[in-house]
């Protein structure tokens, strides 16, 4: 009797709501709307209006006042060269991870056979399993001196070409552990992967007939790669470029463990949330990545970088 009335109430349920097809979607929209509503942008929202209070100079308070008086500090000579140093690493970043990542993703997809696709997929996906600290700190051992990059220069006698390098001013440092050039080559080894998933998903989707047509029509290799191929993958480079970029951008622990004195926005905003207390100023740096995303997103865009997507 209980499962017939259990089965009951459940059809009543169901007719109801079938009813009313607009109640139902509405019910099913409910939770991630309010996530994305209230618990995402909300939050956004709040560290957007941070941005505009600003540290009294004596007290020490946070004054809850609209003023640009954060921005003013936001716009400094400091500030300006740990924006510039963060934006430009990641741009470094994200054009090495696309070097990379295209040819691996072009020969995955195009010519590699159907084991050898799937061990490829997997030596990508392999990284991400595991733990994102533990990664970072074992390249800090590989690169530093006693790490296995000296050992091998060393064995090809080619320590005087490692040392002149780490010698060259704005990119070296005591050693490949301690430099910029170190955290350049762990953040594109951390981020490769997100790049190359985007870029095989869009190659997947170019169709073979249209490749066959090219090569009827007497169109070469080359020709059909870069007038077919290339533009068809286009917004699978995009979209692998915004990972690698923004997340570039706000990272902190790589160039916290590998880096030195000269902070990316990461690390400034870490620094001035949590050890000087000036919340204001670490929310007026946080909406810098978002602001230069923003732009980065409107001119892809405009590029058509979406049309296909």
């Known amino acids: 009797m209980q499962s017939i009335a259990k089965a009951s109430i459940s059809q009543r349920i169901s007719n109801f709501l079938f009813l009313r097809p607009r109640l139902f979607l509405a019910l ?40 640009l008086v954060t921005y003013g500090e936001l716009f400094t000579r400091s500030n300006l060269d740990i924006i510039g140093r963060t934006a430009g690493m990641a741009a470094i970043v994200t054009l090495a991870a696309v070097l990379l990542a295209f040819p691996l993703a072009y020969y995955t997809t195009m010519h590699a056979s159907r084991r050898g696709k799937a061990i490829l997929y997997l030596s990508v996906m392999l990284p991400l399993w595991s733990s994102y600290l533990v990664r970072v700190y074992a390249w800090k051992l590989i690169l530093a001196k006693e790490g296995i990059v000296s050992w091998f220069f060393a064995k090809l006698s080619l320590s005087w070409a490692l040392e002149g390098l780490l010698q060259l001013p704005g990119i070296g440092g005591p050693s490949l552990s301690i430099s910029p050039i170190g955290i350049f080559l762990v953040f594109v080894y951390v981020w490769l992967p997100y790049m190359v998933l985007p870029i095989q998903a ?16 007497g169109a070469n290799t080359l020709r059909t790669f870069r007038h077919i191929t290339l533009p068809l993958a286009f917004p699978g480079v995009v979209a692998g470029s915004i990972f690698t970029f923004s997340l570039t951008l706000g990272d902190f622990i790589v160039p916290n463990v590998l880096g030195n004195s000269s902070f990316f926005i990461g690390q400034a905003v870490l620094s001035h949330q949590g050890t000087s207390g000036n919340i204001p100023l670490a929310a007026a740096l946080t909406t810098v990545p978002m602001a230069i995303m923003a732009v980065y997103l409107i001119i892809a865009r405009k590029l058509g970088a979406f049309e296909a997507l």
């Open 28 to 67: 099913l929209l409910l939770p991630p709307v309010f996530w994305l509503g209230i618990v995402y942008l909300g939050s956004l929202l709040t560290l957007l209006i941070q941005s505009f209070f600003h540290l009294d100079g004596f007290t020490g308070q946070v004054v809850r006042k609209i003023s």
């Open 202 to 217: 869009a190659l997947e989707r170019v169709p073979g007939s249209l490749l066959e047509a090219s090569q009827d029509l």
